[in-house]
């Protein structure tokens, strides 16, 4: 069953959320606690600010709206489970499972990398994203939680070169690459650099497994190289070239160096034999 339906809060409605949703949504009060908590309840204030809404008890405002978006299915599906492998404070390490969505949708975020990540800390950090790092992608994960952490890193894997950092990524990639050893075709004008070497070329699904090497930080650089040389990184939504069956994106990171921001040390994490 789905319900997509948008309230607006009326003068003589139940003034607290969870009570105004069970006046309103044929659904026990249970299974909206649930919905609101996995995030399929939104508010919109009157000023158009959208937000999810997660707490039952929690006061709405006449005039406001409620959206709900709720799935079976979806509710059903168990959580994903991103793995914290090191919390250094002014930044953390993660390996996010192959499947797991960087956000979530309107109807629900319970199973995105960024809830899990929300969920871990308390109280809950900021988060800079790393230009250099695709997060789509499955794997090793870098997050900066300070701007002191996010310029160390953003320095190490700068968008012209890295210095003090290196990023190890396999792909499925559809076709056969061939010898094909480096991808520099430039990303929007600019310097792009891959190191390529495929590890093996299966006919069935035609496909090529490969080990790949960034040396300059550019954003989704590997997906668009690759889409750009005719050879899409499978589940690649944003820049294939053909409409192939989406699997998820085919991308991992499997080892990961640079340079402790907090206490300078050199650190690597591999995923490479798991």
């Known amino acids: 069953m789905e319900i997509d339906a948008v309230l607006e809060v009326e ?16 659904l026990s009060k249970s299974r909206l ?6 995030g399929g309840v939104w508010r919109v204030d009157k000023n158009g600010d959208r937000q999810r809404l997660r707490r ?9 709206q409620i959206e709900i978006f709720y799935d079976d299915d979806l509710l059903a599906l168990k959580p994903l489970k991103a793995e914290l492998l090191e919390d250094a404070g002014q930044y953390s390490v993660w390996n996010k499972p192959a499947g797991m969505p960087l956000h979530g949708s309107d109807w629900g975020d319970f199973q995105s990398f960024a809830r899990a990540v929300e969920l871990a800390f308390n109280p809950a950090r900021e988060i800079f ?40 990524y396999r792909a499925d990639v559809q076709g056969d690459l061939g010898a094909v050893d480096r ?32 040396e300059t930080g550019r954003e989704h650089q590997i997906v668009r ?27 991992r990171l499997v080892e990961l160096a640079y340079s402790c921001p907090v206490s300078g040390e050199a650190r690597t994490f591999s995923l490479i034999h798991e």
């Open 225 to 251: 190289q690759f889409a750009a040389a005719g050879n899409p990184v499978v589940g690649d939504e944003r820049y294939r070239q053909e409409d192939d069956s989406v699997e998820g994106l085919r991308l």
């Open 183 to 214: 991808l520099d075709q430039p990303i929007d004008g600019a310097t792009a650099i891959t190191r390529v070497k495929k590890a093996r070329y299966d006919a069935r699904p035609n496909r090529s497994v490969v080990d790949l090497w960034p």
């Open 129 to 168: 994203w790393l230009a250099a790092l695709d997060y789509e992608a499955s794997g090793l994960l870098i997050l900066a939680h300070t701007r002191k952490a996010a310029l160390a890193f953003s320095n190490q894997l700068a968008v012209d070169g890295f210095e003090g950092a290196s990023l190890h």
């Open 33 to 38: 606690k649930d919905l609101m908590n996995k």
């Open 56 to 64: 039952a008890m929690t006061d709405i405002l006449v005039g406001e």
């Open 11 to 26: 003068a003589g409605d139940p003034q607290i959320a969870i009570d105004f949703l069970v006046a309103n949504i044929n």
